[in-house]
């Protein structure tokens, strides 16, 4: 998985690597059991802090994206569902609220949604 991040963005790093280690979950690119690189590797890698993705890893084992053991280090989590986290429904409501603002029906978003849904289970 190639990994790439915005050095100018208002998003912070560790941010973007959560991101988009969740997206290549969601897309089927990182399977389940799926070693991840260790966190001096993908800190010399990516040209980013070895703290930054420690931060991230810590979080994605939080939120159940992955699991972490002193000996074999971070792998995908084999888990079934997780739970969502309370800012990604924050960050749903506020985009919902942009989106009604915007003048769009229910039946649009969800319609929107649909189709979002679907081109992220075809990659």
């Known amino acids: 998985m190639i990994l790439n991040f915005d050095f100018n963005s208002s998003v912070p ?3 973007q690597l959560r991101n988009q280690i969740v997206v290549g979950i969601a897309e089927g690119k990182l399977k389940p ?3 991840l690189p260790t966190i001096r ?3 010399e890698e990516s040209g980013i802090n070895m703290m930054t993705v420690s931060k991230a890893y810590q979080i994605l084992k939080q939120e159940g994206y992955i699991t972490t053991d002193r000996r074999s280090g971070a792998k995908v989590a084999v888990s079934g569902r997780n739970e969502v ?3 990604t ?6 985009h919902l609220s942009e ?3 915007a003048g769009l029906t229910k039946e649009e978003i969800l319609r929107i ?3 979002l849904y679907e081109e992220e289970g075809n990659k």
Do not use: D, M, V
């Not at 429904?89 to 506020?94: A, I």
């Open 13 to 15: 790093i560790y941010q």
């Open 33 to 35: 059991g799926e070693q």
């Open 41 to 43: 590797a993908l800190a």
């Open 85 to 87: 986290p309370a800012a």
């Open 89 to 94: 429904l924050e960050q749903l409501r506020l």
């Open 99 to 101: 989106l009604r603002l």
């Open 113 to 115: 949604c649909e189709t």
